[in-house]
């Protein structure tokens, strides 16, 4: 069956421009992740869904990161004023209902000139 | 607090040589659970193993192999006769809070033929 799929795959944007990150997770799965991961660094959490709502969006750096899930499949990574320190690739995740293990998709490489 | 260290930034091995990359955890939690990740060169990270806090046996999977003591919060992973297409960063990762994985900074593993 297909895997975690996230569009764009590359994304360059300016300095202060508005970008959306998409991501479609495996089919049936209920739990979705975002997370960010800089050059030469492990990835790091930003928010977890389970179902349509965020059961924790603990890892989101500031108010300027918003993500939505608003059927319970497709999500959708938000960032405002993007700055040069949002250079990173991000990363998606899902997870069947009740299991641990998270499938991840390619992610989306997302330079801030 | 829960962290995963790595401390191997890089390894370099020929060909048909044994390589341990080693994993160390800290976590309060009683139960937890601890991952291998695989990122190849293309970018996905892919799962390898999940080991939960209750089942110490050691698991082997074809070349592969973890060696999991709590007594020493470790966690490490060995490739039995390294091959070429072993070549790329893995993870080790900690289930927090909420499913979410904490990843240490990985190790970068280079198979030279």
């Excluded at chain 1, 997770?25 to 965020?54: C, D, N, V």
């Excluded at chain 1, 690739?89 to 997302?110: I, K, N, W």
């Amino acid at each position: 069956g297909a895997g975690v799929s996230q569009t764009p795959s590359n994304k360059v944007t300016e300095k202060g421009k508005y970008v959306e990150l998409r991501c479609d997770p495996i089919s049936g799965h209920t739990a979705l992740y975002w997370y960010r991961q800089s050059l030469g660094q492990g990835p790091e959490f930003l928010i977890y869904f389970q179902g349509t709502g965020a059961a924790d969006d603990s890892g989101l750096p500031n108010d300027r990161f918003f993500a939505v899930r608003p059927e319970g499949s497709v999500s959708t990574l938000k960032i405002q004023r993007t700055e040069r320190g949002d250079s990173a690739v991000y990363l998606c995740a899902s997870s069947r209902d009740g299991s641990y293990e998270q499938y991840f998709g390619p992610g989306t490489r997302l330079t801030v000139t | 607090a829960q962290k995963v260290t790595q401390a191997q930034t890089e390894i370099s091995v020929v060909e048909k040589e044994d390589v341990t990359l080693d994993c160390v955890y800290e976590t309060r939690d009683t139960t937890y659970y601890l991952f291998w990740y695989k990122q190849p060169p293309s970018g996905e990270l892919v799962f390898l193993i999940r080991r939960n806090s209750f089942d110490e046996q050691n698991e082997i999977s074809g070349r592969y192999s973890w060696n999991f003591q709590k007594s020493t919060s470790s966690f490490n992973f060995t490739i039995t006769a390294s091959q070429v297409v072993d070549s790329a960063v893995y993870f080790c990762a900690l289930k927090g809070g909420y499913n979410k994985l904490i990843f240490g900074a990985g190790t970068r593993l280079a198979v030279h033929p």
